[in-house]
């Protein structure tokens, strides 16, 4: 949280590229990362790239853990683009799948 401008947007987009949630501020941005982990079990990010991207910087990453409550297990892919301002990470637009239940987007992992 300590790299984050206390004004942080972080907005989250569909696979059709529609804003689907949007948070402000340093508390919502939590709710953000705490929201991940209520939803996902042992979860673990792994940055796949990261790259400059303009004034952005570009990052593909994978997030895998297991979906609480169903014991589907596994990995999805997300993208982020960062902005940045003299005080930190100042927009985080993220685009993924809904992982958050109706129709888990979570693929199995390879080991069940």
Do not use: C
């Amino acid at each position: 949280m300590e790299t984050l401008d206390p004004e942080i947007e972080v907005i989250a987009f569909d696979h059709a590229g529609h804003e689907s949630e949007h948070w402000r501020g340093l508390d919502e941005a939590r709710d953000f990362f705490v929201g991940i982990r209520a939803v996902i079990a042992d979860s673990a990010a792994e940055i796949v790239v990261m790259r400059p991207d303009g004034d952005r910087v570009f990052v593909r990453l994978v997030l895998s853990g297991e979906l609480r409550g169903t014991g589907d297990a596994g990995a999805i892919e997300a993208v982020h683009l960062h902005s940045f301002s003299e005080d930190g990470i100042a927009k985080i637009q993220t685009y993924r799948p809904n992982w958050r239940g109706g129709g888990s987007s979570i693929r199995p992992s390879a080991s069940r």
